[in-house]
């Protein structure tokens, strides 16, 4: 109960101080060419989780569909937090569609998946209600929301049994990009950073992002969560049926506990025949392309935007 109060008090603080500095002129999204839409529902009910908001660049024709999928450890974070990095797409020419969805450890594995699928599902059908071209769709997230936007990209290129990924399946999306950013891709070997030797404390605080998805005891749950571990899903051979999978692009620090998981991820891509850009930046730590200060974020977005721009371009009307 302890741990959970900590949490929801963290989570209260950092969302007030994101409220206060959204509210500066500098963090207005007109400033940047860029009108929102907040809380617009995509699932039936009342629940907060089921709200996006959709950033769309003025005077831009039909530009690409992004759904953007927020971090938080599975459990704290929202999309009124992350506002920063769907103004950096928005800004960039893409249409943004910015998600909340359940957090553990009240809703755990697979409510976060199911949310965004059907997030994604909602954004393929209404992207042209707000001019957006839902032939061109893409899919970015960090750290949780990473592990979630690779999860709904196997959904939607493998045969599965689970209704949410089975419907993602039966739609046959068209998606240009996947950009899932110094994620946690997997839930079954928690033990590779007790035998990286990293730190008690962030040792700690990565146990607690797993069990925030899919419970205690971790790893034996996470056994039976597959989609909870997309690393390990791209390294399985694909079954009958799959399709190519679309080109990622991958970023991290080398000061990030979990700069692994990318490479790994990025090979195990390469290995199923998948383009694979991995942009690791020198120093930096969980979180970095968010502090727009520094050089090295300002040098992933725009290696992001690079590849964006390579993966969207008009080709097909």
Request: net charge positive.
């Amino acid at each position: 109960m302890l741990e959970r109060a900590l949490i929801r008090t963290w989570d209260r603080a950092v969302h007030t101080a994101a409220a206060i500095g959204y509210r500066l002129p500098l963090a207005a999204p007109a400033r940047y060419g860029v009108e929102v839409t907040h809380d617009v529902r995509y699932a039936p009910g009342t629940r907060r989780a089921h709200l996006l908001d959709v950033y769309l660049p003025v005077g831009k024709r039909s530009p690409p569909a992004l759904l953007y999928v927020h971090g938080g450890g599975f459990a704290v974070l929202s999309k009124d937090t992350h506002r920063i990095m769907a103004l950096a797409f928005a800004s960039a020419g893409f249409a943004v569609f910015n998600i909340n969805y359940r957090l553990g450890p009240q809703h755990r594995f697979p409510a976060p998946l199911e949310d965004a699928s059907a997030a994604l599902d909602w954004m393929a059908s209404h992207a042209e209600d707000f001019g957006a071209d839902p032939r061109r769709l893409c899919l970015a997230g960090e750290s949780a929301g990473a592990n979630l936007v690779a999860a709904l990209t196997y959904c939607a290129t493998h045969p599965r049994p689970e209704s949410y990924a089975r419907r993602l399946f039966e739609r046959d999306l068209r998606i240009r990009a996947v950009l899932p950013i110094y994620g946690l891709f997997d839930m079954q070997d928690m033990r590779r950073f007790d035998r990286a030797g990293m730190p008690w404390w962030l040792r700690v605080a990565l146990r607690q992002a797993g069990t925030s998805y899919v419970g205690r005891p971790l790893e034996q749950r996470a056994a039976s969560a597959p989609l909870a571990s997309p690393l390990r899903c791209f390294q399985a051979p694909p079954p009958p049926g799959s399709r190519p999978l679309p080109p990622f692009f991958l970023a991290c620090g080398t000061r990030d506990p979990l700069l692994g998981d990318s490479k790994a991820l990025c090979e195990a891509l390469r290995e199923r025949g998948a383009r694979c850009e991995l942009s690791i930046h020198p120093g930096e730590i969980h979180g970095f392309n968010a502090m727009l200060w520094r050089r090295e974020a300002r040098a992933k977005w725009r290696a992001a935007f690079s590849f964006l721009e390579r993966h969207t371009a008009v080709t097909d009307r």
